[in-house]
C-alpha cells in the first residue's frame, strides 16, 4: 500500500474540516482506496488550534519552509484564502514538485496561468475542486463528464450566503438588512459581508466555471457584477405572484464560436425550473450541453465538511492518479482566437416604477419601450395612493443597453415618480 | 497529436448517437483536448444503416474478428445491449488489450468481475459510465468526486420510461395503461415494456451504482424488485391530496459497516424533496455522504445523444488518461467480509382498504396495528357508498415484514372488503 503524506496550511474552517476528514477515515481511505493518507504537518500559527484538533506538537509547523522541504509531504493543501501569502506558498510548493490541492477561488481565477505554470514546470498535481461550489464536484464534471459537450450555458446558485438571506428574505417576508444580521450572527456571513453580497465570490467562482465549460479563460474582469444589497423585500413579494423565486445566479454563455459572457447578477426564476427549488445554502449549478442536453448538480456549496470533502477527493485523486492533468487552455490570448466578451447581453426585464398618476403614463411608457424595440409580456398596477401608483411589468427578450436607455427615458417622464427597481428575468 | 482509434458496436440508437457525436465533434476535441478521436470502423449487420450516417462502405464489419484484429482500433464501444453476443465481443476486446466503453448495464451487474478480470489481464481499460443515469456522470462522481465519503444513501429516479408515465399519469390523470400505449406510440417504452416497468432496468443500474457507493459488489439477486404495472390512479390522486408525488425509486443504504439494502419499487416523495420535482423522462441521483452532506444530479437518463455524451466522455477519459482504473472490490466475499444484505427494511407506508361498514373498523384496524408496533401517523377516510368505504393511512417508520403481517391480518378482517395498495413512503 502507498503512503501519502500531506501537508495542511491553515486551520480554518476549511483546514480543520479536511484534517478531521483525513484523520477520521484513514482505515476506510486504506480499504477502499488502497492508499494510506498520513498527516504530515500543518501549518498553523496558532498552536492551540491544532492541539485542540489532536495534532501531535511536532507536526504543527509555523513556517511554510519547513512544510516545503519535509520530504514526507507529497500533497500540500491550502486552505488559507487570499491571495497572499497563499501564492507564494502554492508557488513554492509547485516548484519543489509537490502537488498542491486548493480552496482558494480568488488565488486560483486571478493567478490560474501562473498557477499552472509552475505545475507544468515541475510535473506536479494542481486540483481545485474545492474552489467551487464545495462539495458538490462540479469542476471534475466539466472536466471529466461532460467533456464531449460543446457547453452553451452554466446557470448557477453559486453563493450559499445570499441564497441563504434571498430565501429567508421570501420566507418570511424580513428585510435584506435584518436578515443579513441574523446571517452574521449566525456565521454565515462575514462581518464585512462585502465578498458575498456584492457578488465578488460568486464572480470568483463563475471565472473559474466558465474557463472550463467553453475551454478558454475567462477573466475576472470579463465577469459582470451586481450584488443582492439593493434588493427591495416588495419585489421579491411582487415577482412571488407573477410565478418567480429570486436568487443571486451567475451566468455563463457560450455561443459555440466565439462570443461569451459571463454575469453574476439577481434575477428572477420561474418557480418550475430546478434552480427555484434550491433554498438556503445549498447551491446548484444548472448545465447545458448539446449533447447530454441540460443537468444539474446540487449540494451544500459551503461548510467545512462539504468542502473538506472537495479537498480530500482532490487528495485522493491526485494519489490515485500518476499523472498529473492540467486545463491546458490554448486560448490565453482571447483577441488572438477571436474570442469576444459580450457585454450587451440579452435577457428580459421586470421593471417597476412608481407614476405619479395614472391617466396617460401607460402610453408615454408604452411609446418609449415600442421605441427601443421591446415588447412587454405582462403588466400589473399595483393599489396605490391616487398619486403614487407602483406599476411592474415584464419584457419579452430583450438586450440591456436598449432597457438601460429605456428606462432612463421613462425615469425622465413627468408622470412617472421614479423606477424603482430592474431585476432581470432568466430561466 | 495523439490519434486514437474508436471501434463502435452496433448502431442503434445509443450507437448511431454516438457515432453522431464522434464524427460532429472530432475537430472540437482536437482542439479541446489534443486528441484525434477516429472513428475506424463500425460492427453492423444492417450496412445501410451505416450507410445512411455517412459511414464509408469499407469501415462497416459483419464480425467481430475484424474488429480485434484491426490495429487501428484503441477503444471498443459496445452498445449492443443484452448479453450475448455483447459479453464475448467484450471479453475478446478486452483479451486483446483494447479498452472497452460500454452502456451495457445487463451485461456489465450480471458480469462485472468476469470482465473486471479480463480487463486487468491485459491492462486494459474498462469505462461504464453510460450504463447508468444516460449523460449524467454520476459513476465519475462515485469513483473520482465523492470518494471521500462513507456514503450511508442512494435514492434514485433512474429509468425514464416509468418516470415518464408515473409523470403523465400525475399530471393527466390518465390510467396506466393508456399512457403505456402512448409511451409505446412515442418511443419511450419498448414493445414489450417489462424490462423498464418491472423494474428489471432500475435494478441492473441500483446494482451497479450501490456497488461503486457502498464499495462492495451488491450482486442483482440481493436487489429487491418491485414494477409499476400495478399502480392505481386512485393512490397517486390521494397522495397527491396528502402532499406526495409517486415516483419509481432505486435506494441503497449502508450503515457504514455491514448492512447494506437494495430496492427498486414505486415510492411516495413529499413534494418539497428535490426528487419529487424529477419529471417526465429526466432522471436523478440523490446521495447523502458522511462528509458532504445531500447532494444531487440531475439530467436525463436516456436518448441517443444523452447517453452518447457518456460513451464519449469516457472515450475522452480513456484516451487522456494513460492507466486503467478498476472497480477494486475487494470483498467479493460478502460472508468472509461479513456483509449482511438487509430484506425487512424500514419504511413509511401508505395503506389503503375498503371497509365493507365503516362502525367498529378502525378499533380493530388499530388493535392490529398496535400488535405490530405500528404507529399511525396519519388516517383519512374517503367518501365511498355505505357498504365500501376508502381508507387511507399513512404509518411512522417501521419494518416490511410487520406491515406485510398486518396487512394480512387487516385483509382478513370481517369489516374489510380488502386492502387495495400499499404505497411505501420514502423522503
Known amino acids: 500500500m502507498k503512503t501519502v503524506g500531506v501537508a495542511i496550511l491553515g486551520l480554518g474552517v476549511v483546514g480543520s474540516g479536511t484534517y478531521t476528514i483525513l484523520r477520521d477515515h484513514r482505515e476506510f481511505y486504506r480499504r477502499t482506496q488502497d492508499i494510506d493518507l498520513s498527516v504530515e504537518c500543518v501549518l ?25 522541504s519535509n520530504p514526507a509531504v507529497d500533497i500540500v493543501v491550502e486552505v488559507i484564502g487570499g491571495v497572499e501569502p497563499a501564492r507564494s ?37 494542481l486540483y481545485f475542486e474545492a474552489s467551487c461550489v464545495g462539495g458538490v464536484p462540479i469542476i471534475r464534471t466539466l472536466i471529466d463528464g461532460m467533456q464531449a459537450n460543446v457547453i452553451h450555458s452554466l ?5 450559499g450566503t445570499t441564497n441563504y438571506i434571498l430565501t429567508r428574505m421570501a420566507r418570511e417576508g424580513a428585510g435584506y438588512a435584518e436578515v443579513l444580521k441574523d446571517a452574521q450572527a449566525l456565521g454565515y456571513a462575514e462581518a464585512n459581508p462585502s465578498a458575498d453580497v456584492d457578488g465578488y465570490d460568486a464572480a470568483y467562482k463563475l471565472s473559474i466555471l466558465s474557463s472550463l465549460a467553453f475551454h478558454t479563460k475567462v477573466p475576472l474582469e470579463n465577469v459582470y457584477r451586481e450584488g443582492i444589497s439593493h434588493i427591495a423585500l416588495q419585489d421579491i413579494a411582487y415577482g412571488d405572484e407573477l410565478g418567480y423565486v429570486l436568487k443571486l445566479l451567475a451566468i455563463g454563455k457560450f455561443d459555440g464560436h466565439k462570443c461569451i459572457e459571463a454575469r453574476v447578477h439577481p434575477a428572477f426564476v420561474r418557480k418550475d425550473h430546478p434552480l427555484a427549488a434550491v433554498n438556503d445554502s445549498f447551491n446548484a ?43 491546458g487552455f490554448k486560448n490565453t490570448e482571447h483577441a488572438e482566437a477571436g474570442i469576444r466578451f459580450v457585454t450587451d447581453f440579452k435577457s428580459r426585464y421586470y421593471v417597476r416604477f412608481t407614476a405619479k398618476d395614472r391617466a396617460g403614463v401607460l402610453a408615454k411608457v408604452a411609446g418609449i419601450l415600442a421605441k427601443y424595440n421591446i415588447s412587454i409580456a405582462e403588466l400589473v398596477q399595483k393599489d ?7 406599476i411592474i411589468l415584464v419584457t419579452h427578450e430583450t438586450t440591456e443597453l436598449s432597457v438601460r436607455a429605456a428606462v432612463e427615458k421613462i425615469a425622465a417622464l413627468d408622470t412617472v415618480e421614479q423606477v424603482d427597481s430592474v431585476i432581470r428575468v432568466e430561466g
Open 44 to 68: 498553523e500559527i496558532n498552536k492551540q488550534k491544532a492541539l485542540a484538533l489532536g495534532i501531535e506538537e511536532n507536526r504543527i509547523c509555523g513556517d511554510i519552509a519547513e512544510v516545503i
Open 89 to 125: 506558498f502554492v508557488l513554492a510548493a509547485l516548484h519543489s514538485g509537490k502537488t498542491v490541492v486548493t480552496s482558494n477561488k480568488e488565488l486560483f481565477c486571478k493567478h490560474w496561468h501562473e498557477l499552472e505554470a509552475a505545475a507544468r514546470r515541475t510535473n506536479a498535481g
Open 155 to 159: 446557470t448557477g446558485i453559486i453563493n
Open 285 to 327: 449549478v444548472y448545465l447545458q450541453g448539446d449533447s447530454v442536453g441540460d443537468i444539474m448538480l446540487y449540494g451544500r456549496g459551503a461548510g467545512a465538511l462539504p468542502t473538506g470533502s472537495a479537498i480530500v477527493s482532490d487528495v485522493i485523486y491526485a494519489a490515485t492518479h500518476g499523472e498529473a492533468k492540467y486545463s
Open 384 to 390: 396605490g395612493s391616487s398619486e403614487s401608483v407602483p
